[in-house]
């Protein structure tokens, strides 16, 4: 049996409350200032391998953007987010209710956040499950 070939896409899209105590009432700013930050807007794309029953590859990609913050009505333009990652995912089955998950990711493009490269390793369980 060949394995079969699947994508998924999702978009999707954060908002966010004030911080009315934002970095306030410290030894460098005694008094309280307001944060507010613009919704951030996503896109992913998962293309994914179905190699046999329940033993899956997957090549992962995300982007996402927005976010500007502004503090006591002031923006700071230098916060906009406009970034991407790019990683893949294994699903191995350990029987019929559990499977290890192997996940890497790195950055493909960052403006501005954090540019790193993560390893993940997760245990599954699944109290659902085909019938024998």
């Known amino acids: 049996m060949l394995g079969a070939l699947g994508h ?8 966010f409350t004030a911080n ?13 200032r307001s944060q507010t930050q613009e919704p951030v807007g996503s896109a992913e794309l998962h293309l994914s391998y179905d190699i046999k029953q329940r033993l899956w590859a997957s090549l992962d990609g995300n982007f996402w953007f927005g976010g500007r913050t502004t503090v006591n009505g002031i923006q ?9 990652r790019i990683g893949a995912t294994v699903s ?25 490269q993560s390893v993940s390793i997760a245990w599954q369980y699944s109290w659902l499950g085909r019938p024998n």
């Open 20 to 32: 009315p105590e934002f970095w306030s009432r410290n030894s460098f700013f005694p008094g309280v």
């Open 92 to 116: 191995v089955p350990v029987n019929r209710h559990q499977s290890i998950k192997i996940s890497y990711n790195n950055g493909a493009y960052v403006l501005y956040g954090g540019n790193y």
């Open 8 to 15: 998924g896409r999702l978009a999707g899209v954060w908002f």
């Open 76 to 84: 700071n333009v230098n916060t906009y987010q406009k970034n991407s």
